[in-house]
């Protein structure tokens, strides 16, 4: 295993557009562009296609299962296949996937069973092209340079789904409601073609022990996140907020449209400020790692949010939610940019995407927790309580990270 430092890491240089992490960022950027118009695009016609309000949060849900079910699988995968060739091979079968649901939906053929069929698929594949993405990092860019370039691709595919996709949907759908999934097929293709001219090879990879079996190897990447003490603590840290996470998501429309009586333009603007502020994030992660260190900067993201959190399920005024937004955006940024870089710093060679998916499937299972608690905070506790909820949560969190620098 590297013995990257997690205290204070030598990391000075930001990443050259040249050699590759130019082509990479935009496909992931492009990517990520199309998603975000899909993902606001399809409960809007899941609603117009059933009232049922079971029926429109299961294609919600469908995002989630395939990480639970395949999670590690795709990264077992990863490991094993070229990375790049994987990453664009994907990338065509969503965009055909997606082009086929567009032309679906302009012909009047859509259905629930299709848009259930179509969220599950696509995360599906969603699992082997992060997990890919994930380990070829480290090959197009220097270790010096890793935590400038996550936090540039987190900037950017932050810009490109919260500030230009969210805005322009409502234009895409007047137009259409097949024109947002014709956009984002073709933004996968685009992907496709600009990770097919990436000229990297994959990170080197020991020979696989004869017989060795995916199940076998996927059992290897979580032994491996279990014996390292540093990534062990940030898994279960970064679980629980992501339970908090879900709680928030799951109820924030009725916290600030009920709680706060914000109405759909309040609403609206502590979702911008949380982009505006994850943009922000993804500005400063490198330098407040500079100077903290990796673990401490996810520490003091942790810390920020919590606060953040009280102070929205306390004080019933939008412009404080709206500020605390800002800011939990901007240190959830700092929190996932040094996640990831730790990780890739500190995965033995050849086996970043079994760790990866390992740390991904589990952090990942408590969204969907964390949704039905907050929604049970609600219904019993007031529509504030979640809030509160997931502040406690995210204070938990905090103490396991707080006990690994001890």
Not at 13 to 33: H, Q
Not at 188 to 204: D, H, I, M, N
Not at 239 to 261: E, F, P, S, Y
């Amino acid at each position: 295993m590297t013995t990257a430092s997690t205290t204070r890491p030598a990391v000075r240089a930001v990443p050259a557009w040249r050699g590759g992490f130019g082509r990479l960022w935009t496909a992931a950027v492009v990517s990520k562009f199309g998603d975000a118009l899909r993902a606001a695009a399809l409960p809007l016609l899941a609603a117009s296609l059933t009232d049922d309000p079971l029926l429109v949060a299961s294609v919600t849900a469908c995002g989630y299962l395939p990480w639970l079910l395949f999670g590690l699988l795709g990264g077992a995968l990863a490991d094993r296949v070229d990375q790049r060739r994987a990453m664009w091979a994907v990338d065509l079968v969503r965009g055909g996937l997606v082009a086929a649901f567009a032309v679906a939906v302009a012909l009047g053929h859509a259905s629930i069973a299709l848009l259930l069929a179509l969220a599950f698929a696509l995360t599906a594949l969603q699992t082997l092209f992060d997990n890919a993405a994930t380990a070829l990092l480290p090959a197009v860019v220097p270790a010096e340079t890793l935590a400038a370039a996550n936090a540039r691709l987190m900037t950017g595919q932050q810009i490109a789904g919260g500030a230009l996709a969210a805005p322009l949907t409502p234009f895409l759908l007047a137009a259409g409601a097949a024109v947002p999934y014709a956009v984002d097929a073709a933004t996968y293709l685009l992907a496709a073609l600009l990770l097919v001219g990436l000229r990297v090879s994959g990170p080197e990879r020991p020979p696989r022990p004869a017989g060795s079996t995916l199940r076998a190897e996927t059992a290897e990447g979580l032994a491996v996140l279990w014996r390292d003490r540093a990534l062990r603590r940030l898994c279960l840290a970064t679980t629980l907020c992501n339970v908090g996470m879900g709680a928030l998501i799951a109820t924030l429309v009725l916290h600030v449209t009920g709680w706060l009586d914000g109405g759909e333009k309040g609403y609206a603007l502590v979702i911008t400020a949380y982009a505006a502020g994850s943009v922000l994030g993804g500005l400063v992660a490198r330098r407040i790692a500079q100077r903290t260190g990796r673990i401490r900067a996810v520490l003091l993201a942790g810390l920020v949010q919590t606060g953040c959190l009280v102070v929205m399920g306390t004080v019933p005024a939008l412009a404080a939610t709206v500020a605390a937004m800002a800011v939990f955006g901007l240190m959830g940024t700092v929190w996932n940019a040094n996640q990831v870089t730790l990780m890739q710093e500190r995965a033995p060679e050849g086996m970043l995407g079994r760790v990866a998916s390992a740390f991904r499937t589990l952090a990942v299972a408590g969204a969907p927790l964390g949704a039905l608690l907050g929604g049970a905070a609600a219904a019993g506790g007031g529509l504030n309580t979640p809030t509160l909820l997931a502040a406690a949560l995210f204070a938990l969190a905090v103490a396991c990270l707080a006990r690994r620098i001890n």
